[in-house]
């Protein structure tokens, strides 16, 4: 059984010339990867910053050619305002000033890490990011969480008998999943889940009447995540799965799957310990794609389960035009997507050491 453990893998196509493992022989360790992997990475790290600058940049250009300013919703709102107070109230914001101006005092706040202040909060955009970020990112976390672990199963049970009925199956149920608008299986579910079972909450975070703290609390919020959370990741379950099926079926029939298997390694163990690793690749490369996706759909699933998160503070702000909270909000954004990229990449020397070895020469 030794044997079967310490089989080389085979070289992955699209990785031509690389060897089979590791020089020394033995695998490293996942924190010497990643040490490495990190000084490595210190160049692209640089670079993602331009691109994170640039993306500043257009979103500073874009926002500048919506119509309409926070002063004229503010107006609208107190029911009308004369000009000079209007013209008052850009001066005081600084909304009049020439858009290379604004730019530049814009970019000078990034390079000081400060959002700026929304004038529509009357609070500095940092306090109000900060108040609604752990809503998101619990969003996003089980989704993404909930996605992976059903994605995984499914598509590997998938793979075992390509074409049987549980096959077939899984792939009408997933072009189910994959077509539903996310809007519409969201209201969907609160009529069923919430309306007629009363089985789950069907918005907020938290039951505020009830005032719960401890694990009270924690039984609360995680209620009212469930169908948020579920709402969210059915379009990604149907994307993995699929996608890790595809992998297995190819891998299935590898040659070093099948000197496993001649080697005495259990179907169960030629599947989870040498085709299951190799088709982690292309699902990690799709999560770190899905990733800026997966930002968006929860701005969807925020507003219809009002969830106080992230995403219903971005509708909120296009609404008030409040534009410093927005491109506060899409920067952030943007440096999620270059974070969760760049984690990617570092995965990439762990999961496939040939990788590593092709980056080194």
Do not use: C
């Not at 031509?16 to 490595?40: F, H, I, K, M, N």
């Not at 390694?265 to 040498?274: E, I, K, L």
């Not at 701005?299 to 389960?305: A, I, R």
């Amino acid at each position: 059984m030794s044997e079967v453990l310490d089989l080389p893998r085979e070289p992955l196509a699209g990785v031509p010339g690389a060897p089979a493992r590791p020089a020394d022989g033995a695998p490293r360790a996942l924190p010497a990867v990643l040490g490495t992997a990190l000084r490595r990475a210190a160049p692209r790290v640089l670079s993602l910053l331009l691109v994170v600058l640039g993306i500043a940049v257009l979103n500073f250009f874009i926002l500048q050619l919506a119509p309409g300013d926070v002063v004229d919703v503010l107006a609208g709102e107190a029911g009308g305002a004369s000009p000079e107070y209007m013209a008052l109230l850009r001066e005081r914001f600084g909304l009049d000033a020439p858009w290379h101006v604004q730019l530049l005092n814009y970019l000078g706040q990034l390079l000081t890490l400060d959002l700026g202040f929304s004038f529509r909060h009357n609070m500095p955009v940092v306090d109000l990011v900060a108040a609604r970020l752990p809503a998101t990112l619990l969003l996003m976390l089980s989704a993404l969480g909930l996605a992976l672990v059903l994605g995984v199963l499914l598509g590997v049970s998938a793979a075992r008998k390509p074409g049987g009925a549980w096959d077939a199956t899984l792939s009408v149920v997933g072009l189910v999943s994959y077509a539903l608008p996310t809007f519409w299986l969201g209201l969907m579910a609160i009529v069923l889940f919430a309306g007629h079972l009363g089985w789950l909450p069907s918005s907020g975070m938290v039951d505020l009447s009830a005032d719960h703290s401890g694990w009270d609390h924690v039984r609360d919020v995680a209620a009212h995540t469930v169908l948020p959370a579920s709402v969210l990741a059915t379009f990604y379950i149907a994307v993995y799965a699929r996608l890790v099926r595809a992998a297995m079926v190819e891998l299935q029939g590898a040659d070093f799957v099948r000197t496993a298997r001649a080697k005495g390694a259990s179907d169960a163990r030629a599947r989870w310990r040498h085709a299951f690793r190799n088709a982690l690749l292309p699902l990690v490369t799709m999560v770190g794609f899905q990733t800026a996706s997966l930002l968006s759909g929860a701005v969807l699933v925020e507003s219809v389960f009002d969830w106080p998160g992230l995403g219903r503070l971005t509708f909120e702000s296009i609404q008030a035009r409040d534009f410093n909270l927005l491109l506060s909000i899409l920067f952030l954004s943007s440096l999620l997507v270059v974070a969760v990229n760049l984690v990617v990449d570092l995965l990439y020397g762990w999961l496939d050491p040939r990788v590593r070895v092709e980056g080194d020469a």
